[in-house]
């Protein structure tokens, strides 16, 4: 079966940081765009960075541009967010997701990381 397990979510202060990473497992890794949406209640969910393969193409939300970085490991099925400057603002629960196919035919989630930032 298909599985993204997200990890490195917690609680921090303003102007901290996290590392969250995600391990895919089930699926053809390095065939699969791979990306990061947030997600807070009441509100959908949005996303955060993205990076393809292949190619590598990377696109971040403009609130995070500058703060956070997407990386990814094809060899160890894992792809990360390093999260810098956080301010309350990110905080949401944080999703991975796969997908691959020219209609994204293949979408697949993770169930989420909770990160919390406090003023």
């Known amino acids: 079966q298909v599985r993204l397990v997200e990890s490195g979510g917690g609680r921090v202060q303003a102007g901290g940081s996290l590392r969250l990473s995600c391990v895919g497992s089930g699926f053809t890794f390095s065939r699969y765009t791979m990306s990061w949406y947030r997600q807070v209640p009441g509100k959908e969910r949005e996303l955060v960075a993205a990076i393809t393969w292949p190619g590598g193409k990377i696109n971040y939300d403009e609130s995070v541009k500058d703060r956070f970085t997407i990386s990814r490991d094809n060899a160890k099925n894992t792809m990360s967010l390093q999260m810098n400057s956080l301010k309350p603002e990110d905080t949401a629960v944080y999703y991975c997701?796969?997908?691959?196919?020219?209609?994204?035919?293949?979408?697949?989630w993770g169930q989420g990381t909770q990160v919390t930032v406090s003023s």
């Open positions: 997701n796969a997908r691959q196919g020219p209609m994204n035919e293949y979408n697949y």
